[in-house]
């Protein structure tokens, strides 16, 4: 970590230095955070890593997770920790909200209770083997679905952010850039520096939730007026 830390910002190798130095739950929330614990300290002020402490903030939770399970498996704490943290608070709410949002009903059989205790009562040999996932819900299936389905690639939920930047929000995009300094000719940045994707994405935001806010405040004075027309109509 320390020679990690000493490397300068976008040498190659720097990130993958730094995480395999960590114990397997800590590499673990490294490799699923926006920013890694060696790039994030670049981005607090002094004043707000005073404000943090030394509590040990998501990685205490994460280690607290870890902890009650007695396997001796990593890939059962790190399973412990993503249906404590990852599903309730990422994956299920999303589901949920957007398919409320358009009158869906959605269910998750995987995550029947007896299931999930079956799943966490197998060994890790059965869950991963020769870096297949998944392997042992394969085998149980390979004779109910067909080669197409059972191998296919996964599809995460996650959204077509940098795709976005580059053409449907490029309008909005571009004028930021330029404003930051940045010329027409050089290589966009979006996708190969986090701090300046997530600065596009929220001053992007900032700006089409102003949009929409205002109109919103239209939408409901010209809706008021019309109300307000047909009562005196009547």
């Given amino acids: 970590q320390r020679l990690s830390a000493k490397l300068p910002h976008g040498t190659l190798g720097r990130n993958y230095i730094h995480n395999v130095a960590l114990d397997p739950v800590h590499r673990y929330l490294d490799s699923v955070s926006t920013f890694t614990g060696l790039n994030r300290q670049m981005l607090y002020t002094d004043e707000f890593k005073k404000q943090l402490g030394t509590n040990g903030g ?11 399970v007695n396997t001796g498996e990593p890939l059962d704490q790190l399973l412990h920790i993503d249906s404590k943290t990852y599903l309730p608070g990422d994956i299920l709410t999303k589901v949920d909200r957007m398919s409320m949002a358009t009158s869906l009903e959605t269910r998750a059989p995987f995550l029947d209770g007896d299931l999930m205790e079956l799943a966490f009562s197998m060994p890790g040999h059965l869950k991963i083997r020769n870096g297949e996932r998944k392997w042992i819900l394969k085998q149980a299936m390979k004779d109910v679905l067909p080669d197409a389905i059972l191998n296919r690639k996964k599809e ?48 992007v935001a900032q700006r089409l939730g102003a949009e929409a806010a205002e109109h919103h405040r239209v939408h409901r004075a010209d809706a008021g007026a019309g109300q307000h027309r047909d009562r005196r109509l009547g």
Avoid at 58 to 68: D, G, L, T
Avoid at 158 to 180: A, G, T
Avoid at 181 to 191: A, L, M, R, S
Wanted: proline fraction near 7%; glycine fraction near 6%.
């Fill in 58 to 68: 998501v990685i205490a939770e994460f280690r607290s997770y870890a902890a009650k």
């Fill in 156 to 203: 995460g939920f996650s959204i077509p952010m940098k795709n976005w930047l580059r053409r449907e929000l490029q309008p909005q995009v571009h004028p930021l850039v330029i404003s930051w300094g940045y010329k027409d000719d050089e290589p966009t940045f979006v996708g190969r520096h986090e701090q300046h994707c997530l600065r596009v994405v929220d001053a």
